[in-house]
């Protein structure tokens, strides 16, 4: 067993961490693993294919060979690695817009005010750019591409694992609040042929629905409405999905929501929140430091299973039950 680390040196690796992040978020906007992915190629055919200058690009390519994204090899040639994969554009695993979407000014930005958020409980963003997360994307569509994208690739990584760990058997109707592009309820419907679907959120967001409820053979059964969740949802659902809906609020508009959802809940219905629920007293350093990332944003944030039953409460809601999915779990609520 190696020796610990001497405090200041571990206190320097954390602190540069944000450096690393950074680098990899260079990598990926630059297209690296894109160039790479047909085989190894020195710093001079990378620079030319993403457009950098060679002897910079090569301090780049070296520090993210440390991190093994990729591998150095003699004469400045690079190779992918299997880590590095996960940054080409075309890989199934692919998360190459979310490392973009971290790099960029609008996200790291907010970070930079992390401790003014800490010291008034508000989130960051607003003060750094003049506008709410949700308004500086609608009026950026540079940042709106990257952060959909992002959030797609994201929502890609629990999908699997919330399909195969909740039974949605029994269910006749399932409306999913915020659904976006429909990607999480066409793996839902696609595994269970007896349920129908209805998407529902934003206009100009379900109106892009279609080739993905197609692409994934279930558009007969799924059909679109849009609004906002804050003032009303589709009534005829015996259970409602909100998928990484509610982290993005903090409790009063968060209980709003679930109110408008429970308005329409029928008296054996369920709301299934697929969250990641922080786990109270366990080490849990990703989901804690997605609350950070949901404070800096938008004055949202993760929740343990005592915070959501809280929640639920003033909603007329009771929590059932939370089933285990991965990243992700289903929070089943149910009337009260």
């Known amino acids: 067993m190696s020796a610990p680390l ?43 294919e993403v457009g950098a200058h060679a002897p910079t690009l090569y301090r780049l390519l070296r520090a993210c060979a440390d991190i093994e994204l990729f591998e150095e090899r003699p004469d400045r040639v690079f190779a992918l690695t299997e880590l590095g994969d996960a940054l080409r554009s075309d890989s199934p695993v692919s998360l190459r ?10 996200e790291r930005g907010a970070w930079t005010a992390l401790a003014g958020s800490v010291r008034t409980g508000a989130p960051a963003f607003e003060g750094v750019h003049g506008s709410s997360v949700w308004d500086h994307i609608r009026r950026h569509p540079d940042v709106a591409g990257v952060f959909d994208r992002a959030m797609t690739q994201t929502s890609r990584q629990i999908i699997g694992s919330i399909v195969a760990a909740y039974d949605f058997g029994g269910l006749h109707t399932l409306v999913d609040v915020g659904g976006g592009r429909g990607a999480l309820l066409s793996a839902i419907l696609a595994a269970n042929p007896g349920l129908h679907g209805v998407l529902y959120d934003q206009p100009e967001v379900v109106a892009e629905a279609g080739p993905v409820l197609k692409g994934a053979g279930v558009a007969e059964r799924c059909t679109t409405e849009a609004g906002s969740f804050f003032d009303a949802v589709p009534r005829g659902g015996d259970a409602y999905l909100l998928s990484n809906i509610i982290h993005d609020w903090d409790d009063e508009p968060s209980i709003r929501i679930l109110s408008t959802v429970r308005a329409a809940l029928p008296a054996h219905g369920r709301v299934l929140l697929v969250e990641a629920v922080l786990p109270a007293g366990r080490p849990a350093l990703n989901v804690k430091l997605m609350d950070l990332d949901m404070l800096v944003l938008c004055g949202g944030r993760q929740r343990t299973e005592a915070e959501f039953a809280a929640l639920l409460e003033p909603a007329g809601m009771r929590l059932n039950r939370i089933v285990p999915g991965g990243h992700c779990s289903v929070v089943e609520a149910v009337a009260a």
């Open 6 to 48: 001497p405090p200041p040196v571990r206190i320097l690796q954390l602190a540069t961490a944000g450096w690393m992040s950074q680098a990899v978020s260079a990598a990926a906007e630059l297209g690296i693993a894109d160039t790479l992915g047909d085989g190894p190629r020195t710093v001079e055919e990378i620079a030319e």
């Open 97 to 106: 817009d979310f490392a973009i979407w971290t790099g960029l000014p609008a």
